[in-house]
């Protein structure tokens, strides 16, 4: 019986998949702290920061673009959030409702972020929706978050070797 309260109160006490509640502060347009825990929301995938966007013969940061939309329209409100998972990162992977609406939800849906269908095809109808009448991303030029990562990690120089074979004695009087 006492084994059995114990893990009880262990599992219950597990802060990675608790479900963080609280004041919402974001990241970029698919990351949010919700009471101080960072939050990747469930089911979306933003432009990274830097990433470019093109319209009209002008370019911007799509990342910093769609950032700003989404902290003008959540910055300070109360999130309930339901965890999913853990991600690589250690990021809580959550959907979250701010009064009663899905943020990933409504972020497709106003076209400043896509399904991430490789997790889940939640949101796929809020994106062809955003598609067809050209909102957000769907009215410029950018490629896919997923593209660009997979880009950039193509130019990223190769880490550096562990196993260096230059080698050298150092003697005891320093020569």
């Known amino acids: 019986m006492l084994r059995s309260l114990f893990l009880l109160v262990m599992i219950l006490a597990t802060p990675a998949m608790a479900a963080p509640n609280g004041t919402v502060r974001v990241i970029d347009a698919d990351t949010i702290d919700v009471g101080g825990t960072r939050v990747r929301l ?3 995938d933003a432009p990274e920061m830097g990433q470019p966007c093109a319209a009209d013969g002008r370019e911007w940061d799509c990342g910093a673009w769609t950032r700003d ?5 959540y910055e300070g409100t109360y999130a309930r959030c339901e965890a999913q998972d853990v991600d690589r990162y250690g990021r809580v992977v959550a959907i979250c409702l701010v009064d009663g609406q899905n943020m990933g939800r ?3 849906r106003s076209g400043l972020a896509w399904a991430f269908r490789r997790f889940s095809d939640s949101y796929d109808l809020e994106e062809k929706a955003a598609a067809i009448e050209e909102r957000g991303l769907w009215a ?5 978050p997923s593209d660009y990562r997979a880009a950039a990690q193509q130019l990223a120089p190769p880490p550096a070797s562990q196993s260096c074979q230059i080698k050298g004695n150092i003697s005891g009087n320093g020569r």
């Open 69 to 73: 939309v989404v902290r003008n329209r």
């Open 106 to 108: 409504m972020i497709v």
């Open 140 to 144: 410029v030029d950018v490629q896919l």
């Open 42 to 44: 469930y089911g979306i």
